[in-house]
């Protein structure tokens, strides 16, 4: 009796780990795991993540130009804790520059390790992302930052203040030889130095709990349809490298321009061509600064939305806001400019926003920004800096616009709670 016992529970125990095993392979190939959808194959991202944009200090820097306004006692301490109070936004982009780097590298590294540490006291998880605007302050002194000065040494194909943004000539041989890894400094091609600069900061950053992952390069300028695959051949390069020292999430950029009619092709097949070859745990970004209801923003939704599904990545969306552009011309071409006049955020706005983000399932989303730096456009800052006038001391606090987009992801987590998935039968 003992010994038919014994074979009646271990056929027990046999049957229910089958019936299990059948449920949980049901579940890995409806893409549902304890009923919740899960990101495309090859990543192991599962969570909502809705955060800000953050601008530092010394981390912002540019080496041709220093700012102008003076940075608040307490900054971070004082930031972190006024973000943190609303439970809905989990976590901050904290854009960086490698030019700030090479400026001043102590003040830099120091300001990094500051925004762990005050990341993990307030519970608020960290991207930080390698920012480039105008490709470099070395290309457009006023305005730009991102690449060192280093890279420029060639001063007759890259002379100063020759424009950094895509219709310079300059910025589009920079770009184009940064692709075919011509650029070079001491020998070292610039591929390997970017990768040795980001491994500075992995290295002091990836233990804290609060890291979330790196972005490898925000925004990337292409200029003709063959650069498409190698900016594939670039972020595996440095996605390969990465890994070998972090397990975090790795976040790869939209080019620049998205012109949709341009000669590029901007189209989810060429999109597609930029993932790395490695896809765990890798998330694809991209900006949007309008309400994609329809014309170019739902346009741009949709063509990111089936890049996403092309390539197999969950969408991160990395900046986004709402503003208006106005069309003007420089040097005889055209370009379009933000008209701070016109633009603005309302809960409405912010909501319809969010609730497009939800609807096609993005892995995350970032507002643009807090920043000590005052801003023109009124809803492009989430803080504001006052200045004791008898101390001199400046202090930072949010602005309505803080609360706005907290009310717009706490509609969205909101949706989440609510939501019900069938879950699939199985039998035998």
């Not at 038919?4 to 890995?28: D, H, M, R, W």
């Not at 600069?197 to 002091?204: D, H, N, S, Y």
């Not at 498409?228 to 595996?236: C, E, L, V």
């Amino acid at each position: 009796m003992r010994h038919q016992s014994f074979i009646t529970v271990a056929l027990s125990i046999l049957v229910t780990s089958f019936v299990f095993s059948g449920i949980s392979n049901v579940f890995s190939q409806q893409g549902l795991e304890n009923g919740r959808v899960l990101p495309p194959a090859g990543n192991n991202v599962t969570q909502e993540h809705f955060g800000i944009n953050m601008r530092g200090f010394y981390t912002s820097m540019p080496q041709s130009r220093d700012f102008k306004v003076n940075f608040p006692e307490n900054y971070y301490d004082s930031s972190f804790k006024a973000i943190a109070n609303d439970h809905n936004i989990d976590h901050i982009r904290y854009r960086f520059y490698w030019e700030s780097f090479v400026r001043n590298s102590s003040a830099f590294m120091k300001e990094i390790e500051d925004v762990a540490n005050m990341a993990d006291k307030y519970g608020l998880k960290v991207i930080y992302d390698n920012h480039q605007f105008h490709t470099s302050s070395w290309m457009n002194p006023s305005r730009g930052n991102g690449f060192p000065t280093y890279l420029f040494a060639d001063t007759k194909l890259y002379p100063q203040d020759s424009g950094g943004t895509p219709k310079s000539p300059a910025a589009q041989t920079w770009w184009t030889n940064w692709w075919n890894n011509a650029i070079k400094a001491n020998g070292t091609d610039g591929w390997t130095l970017q990768l040795d600069f980001l491994k500075k900061i992995v290295q002091a950053v990836d233990k804290h709990p609060s890291t979330l992952g790196y972005e490898i390069l925000s925004e990337p300028q292409v200029h003709t349809v063959d650069q498409w695959a190698k900016i594939g051949k670039y972020n595996s390069f440095l996605t390969d490298g990465l890994r070998k020292i972090t397990g975090k999430t790795i976040v790869y950029s939209m080019n620049i321009p998205i012109d949709l009619k341009s000669p590029i092709k901007v189209n989810a097949e060429n999109l597609a061509k930029m993932t790395p070859h490695n896809k765990q745990n890798v998330v694809f970004k991209f900006s949007l600064y309008g309400i994609p209801s329809d014309g170019y923003q739902a346009d741009k939704l949709g063509l990111f939305e089936n890049t996403s599904k092309l390539s197999g990545v969950p969408l991160y969306i990395g900046e986004w806001n709402n503003v208006k552009r106005v069309q003007t011309f420089e040097n005889g071409k055209s370009v379009w400019i933000i008209d701070e006049t016109m633009s603005d955020i309302n809960q409405a706005q912010a909501n319809k926003i969010v609730n497009e983000f939800k609807r096609i399932g993005v892995w995350g989303a970032a507002f643009w920004e807090w920043s000590f730096v005052p801003n023109d456009t009124p809803n492009f800052n989430l803080a504001n800096v006052t200045t004791d006038k008898v101390t001199g001391k400046e202090s930072i606090y949010p602005t309505k616009y803080l609360e706005i987009v907290a009310n717009a992801y706490k509609n969205a987590l909101s949706q989440s709670e609510n939501e019900t998935i069938a879950l699939p039968t199985t039998t035998g």
